[in-house]
């Protein structure tokens, strides 16, 4: 079967001026392709379903004929349970008005005998999706190429979309394999023996010993939602954890996508916790010299840390996905923090669909970032008003408090919401300030473990959560970190 010239293969040419002006072929290997579908033809009982699960469809193939002989024998397939043999693929294509297309029922003979074995199959597989993802990754540099030259566009948007697509092509071809029990029993019971020997973590322990009893972490996979009305504290707490982590002997790295914060406002918070020093004290004209050594300790013990903030407003789950893959790649990320959820945006807004459809898509899809890159993310989120409304001045939140979509529900394996009275921390001394408030995480729902309620003690004048029983044992400490 001659390959000279398909006349419906990928295009050879970049509509950009200079780009493959000598018309090479994009990558293919037809002697793989052919192989594919002469096992598919000689052995279809067993090699159909196996090609299907590893090229998914006909576009990995380069040529014209090879994408509808593949194509056809996927629709015998399924019609006839298995029996997509060689007969029957022609009557299908000669059906279709396909089969003189692709040469007749001579070039399926050719195909038919072109192998003599099907033993290497899933290799053949793996070479034609290979050339398929290099093929992918052609257009997508060549699109870069047109969009950087159109000037009615953003510079940092067109950076975001090309990262975003390449990222799209780098994980299209990573498939979940099929695990038998048999083959993983030994070796999640060995996990199991080191986790009762405590060689193990379960998960990133939060600094919050009350709350690390009942969720046992941040565990890698799982969507954590925090959740509170607004002026409560839920960036505070997010950053405290975030600083528990990060500020460990190991030093792990972490991820916090603020949306509605700068950098320079997080790295501020994150010196004043650590240093036990009141921000507002540097506005105020109550800044203390004997609070700069502290100062300056707090910014030594900050550039040990592993901290990376991308301050970026109004984000779209796309863009976070692609961030967030690029620094587990190249910074081992173990926790990723997002504040908040409702500021996001979904990836098409040109499209009509409520929000509450809007935030549902954001929430999949921060479920689906974590199980993708198997590390934890906390995301937090805003309650609505309801719970303002409730004649109760004691009023806890409860799950339908959750605002805008009660998909976040669906998707979270831990929901919990930071609960305090506002009132309570207005007009206090910088004695009163520094004695704390009462607050409760509460965690409402645990697909893996208890729910229950955390005491905290608040400290506004340094905007940190101290686990109550921690801050008895230690009433010096200036955190709930421990290692």
Same mark, same amino acid.
């Given at each position: 079967m001659s390959h000279k010239k398909d006349r419906n293969e990928h295009p050879k040419q970049s509509a950009v001026s200079g780009v493959f002006a000598d018309s090479r072929p994009q990558p293919n290997n037809p002697e793989a392709e052919r192989a594919v579908l002469s096992a598919m033809l000689r052995e279809p009982a067993a090699c159909v379903d196996i090609a299907i699960e590893n090229l998914s469809t006909?576009?990995?193939?380069?040529? @014209?004929? @090879?994408?509808?002989?593949?194509?056809?024998?996927?629709?015998? @397939? #399924?019609?006839? @349970?298995?029996?997509?043999?060689?007969?029957?693929?022609? =009557? =299908?294509?000669r059906k279709a008005g396909k089969l003189d297309e692709i040469g007749g029922e001579l070039v399926l003979a050719e195909l038919h005998g072109a192998i003599s074995t099907?033993?290497?199959?899933?290799?053949?597989?793996?070479?034609?999706? #290979?050339n398929a993802m290099l093929r992918r990754m052609i257009d997508v540099c060549q699109e870069s190429l047109l969009h950087c030259a159109d000037s009615s566009k953003n510079a940092k948007d067109i950076i975001d979309e090309i990262e975003a697509k390449i990222f799209e092509?780098?994980?299209?071809?990573?498939?979940?394999?099929?695990?038998?029990?048999? =083959?993983?029993v030994h070796s999640t019971f060995e996990y199991l023996q080191k986790v009762l020997r405590h060689e193990v973590d379960i998960g990133i322990k939060t600094g919050y010993p009350d709350l690390d009893r009942m969720v046992f972490g941040f565990k890698p996979g799982e969507m954590f939602v925090l959740a509170a009305r607004?002026?409560?504290?839920?960036?505070?707490?997010a950053l405290n954890m975030l600083r528990n982590i990060a500020l460990r002997t190991d030093h792990p790295a972490v991820?916090?996508?603020?949306? #509605?914060?700068?950098?320079d406002q997080i790295t501020r918070r994150l010196i004043c916790a650590e240093a036990d020093v009141s921000e507002s004290s540097f506005y105020n004209n109550k800044f203390?010299?004997?609070?700069?050594?502290?100062?300056?300790k707090a910014v030594k013990t900050y550039e040990q840390a592993n901290i990376f903030i991308d301050p970026t407003s109004g984000i779209s789950i796309s863009e976070l996905r692609a961030k967030a893959r690029r620094l587990c790649a190249e910074h081992d990320i173990k926790l990723i923090a997002i504040d908040?959820?409702?500021?996001?945006?979904?990836?098409?807004?040109?499209?009509? #669909?409520?929000?509450q459809q809007e935030v549902a898509s954001i929430s999949g899809g921060l479920k689906s970032l974590a199980k993708d890159l198997n590390v934890p993310v906390l995301v937090l989120a805003q309650l609505n008003r309801e719970i303002e409304k409730s004649t109760s001045g004691d009023a806890r939140p409860k799950l339908s408090h959750l605002r805008e979509s009660g998909s976040i529900e669906q998707d979270a394996d831990v929901v919990t919401f930071l609960h305090r009275s506002r009132?309570?921390?207005?007009?206090?001394?910088?004695e009163q300030s520094r004695a704390g408030v009462d607050a409760e995480l509460i965690v409402e729902k645990n697909r893996n473990g208890q729910t229950g309620m955390v005491p905290l003690k608040f400290f506004p004048h340094r905007m940190e959560f101290v686990n109550v029983s921690r801050f008895e044992e230690e009433p010096t400490s200036t955190g709930g970190r421990f290692g």
């Open positions: 006909s576009s990995v193939f380069y040529y @014209h004929v @090879h994408r509808e002989i593949f194509k056809s024998l996927v629709r015998v @397939h #399924e019609a006839t @349970h298995g029996s997509a043999d060689m007969l029957a693929v022609a =009557d =299908d294509l099907t033993a290497n199959l899933e290799n053949w597989c793996a070479i034609v999706a #290979e092509v780098r994980f299209s071809v990573e498939k979940s394999d099929i695990v038998q029990i048999k =083959d993983s607004p002026s409560i504290g839920k960036t505070s707490i991820a916090f996508f603020s949306l #509605e914060m700068t950098a203390r010299s004997t609070d700069l050594p502290k100062l300056t908040y959820l409702q500021l996001m945006t979904g990836d098409d807004r040109s499209r009509k #669909e409520s929000r009132d309570q921390a207005k007009g206090l001394s910088d």
